[in-house]
């Protein structure tokens, strides 16, 4: 698959994970197409960090963390943020998705 297309099917993989609170089906399909990295260790949260690199000079990058709002006398929801960047010999793009659970 094209690294345009990839990009492309992560928007609609991102905006599906916001719908369906479902953080964990971004890192689950960038491991499914064979991307590198995983998961980062964190103390309150989860980071999760993926790379792939096309002949053709472009980048794809997928991002997908979350944590813990809260502060001291503050409980707040957990901050879900996940996003796709295609970068390289191409017009820059990036998508976002967040929500709080």
């Known amino acids: 698959m094209d690294l345009r297309d990839m990009y492309w099917r992560f928007v609609e993989i991102i905006d599906e994970a916001v719908v369906k609170k479902n953080i964990y ?21 989860q980071r999760w960090n993926y790379t792939l690199k096309g002949q053709d000079g ?21 901050m ?12 820059p793009r990036h998508h976002e998705g967040r929500y709080e659970e």
């Open 58 to 78: 472009l980048t794809l990058s997928v991002h997908a963390r979350w944590w813990d709002q809260s502060q001291a006398f503050s409980i707040r929801p957990d």
């Open 25 to 45: 089906a971004v890192p689950q399909a960038a491991t499914e197409v064979g991307m590198r990295g995983g998961e980062e260790q964190r103390n309150c949260g």
């Open 80 to 91: 879900h943020l996940m996003t796709v960047e295609l970068t390289g010999d191409v017009i």
